[in-house]
């Protein structure tokens, strides 16, 4: 069974910054290239930046390059987004998915984020 387990969210001032974690079981994690999608309230799943199996390959929505950065430890089967720059559009709730799957809906609880002006 797939299991993603996303943490590391919270509530921050425009301007904040985060950093969130997935845990990743249940797949051959060090093959598999990672996404981190977000759902805002009312609104469809939005992509925001995806990162290949070796981590040596990333890739950004506009709206957040140059503010987010992903990254992955494949030893310890985890993919992290540090989030700065936050702006109140950022408010979502965040999830990590593999990019095969990352039109799909989320499989893991996800990491509310919240930013107040």
């Known amino acids: 069974e797939v299991l993603l387990a996303e943490s590391g969210g919270g509530s921050v001032q425009s301007g904040g910054s985060l950093r969130l974690s997935c845990a990743a079981l249940?797949?051959?994690?060090?093959?598999?290239?990672m996404s981190w999608v977000r759902q805002a309230p009312g609104k469809g799943v939005e992509w925001v930046a995806g990162i290949n199996s070796a981590g040596g390959s990333t890739a950004y929505a506009h709206t957040v390059k140059g503010r987010f950065t992903i990254s992955r430890d494949n030893a310890q089967s985890t993919v992290y987004l540090q989030m700065t720059d936050l702006r109140p559009e950022d408010t979502a709730m965040y999830y990590c998915?593999?990019?095969?799957?990352?039109?799909?809906?989320?499989r893991g609880q996800g990491t509310q984020v919240t930013v107040s002006p």
């Open positions: 249940g797949f051959d994690f060090n093959v598999t290239p």
């Open positions: 998915a593999r990019t095969a799957e990352a039109s799909k809906s989320p």
